[in-house]
Nanobody, 126 residues
Framework: QVQLVESGGGSVQAGGSLRLSCAAS????????MGWFRQAPGKEREGVAA????????YYANSEMARFTVSQDNAKNMVFLQMNSLKPEDTAIYYC???????????????????WGQGTQVTVSS
């Protein structure tokens, strides 16, 4: 019933920008914590950002706070991740994830998210 579909990935040069989108169905994004994670080859998934629209709260990994912005469109039931000043180290598959309920201080824990999209590839060249 619940489905998350990411889009907006691609190949860009260092310093470029991308906006990732996550479309949700069978789920109300504004009433739950929505997270963005990424996974590089051979590594585990790591949290990038999260948003809880009902509480007007956003969360970011410290290393990405200055470059990434997470937002939500309640009417479209979608969440977004604006990524600026991209670096080669940002290369990874980016996933949208949905939790049950509000975000917590441990939003970055993957076990808190029960629904996951298939991911969208982001490749940043130097």
């Amino acid at each position: 019933q619940v489905q998350l579909v990411e889009s907006g990935g691609g190949s860009v040069q260092a310093g470029g920008s991308l906006r990732l989108s996550c479309a949700a169905s069978g789920y109300t994004t504004s009433r739950n914590c929505m997270g963005w994670f990424r996974q590089a080859p051979g590594k585990e998934r790591e949290g990038v950002a999260a948003i809880y629209a009902a509480g007007r709260t956003t969360y970011y990994a410290n290393s990405e706070m200055a470059r990434f912005t997470v937002s939500q469109d309640n009417a479209k039931n979608m969440v977004f991740l604006q990524m600026n000043s991209l670096k080669p180290e940002d290369t990874a598959i980016y996933y949208c994830a949905a939790a049950l309920g509000r975000c917590t201080g441990e939003w970055y824990l993957t076990d808190l998210f029960v629904y996951w999209g298939q991911g969208t590839q982001v490749t940043v060249s130097s």
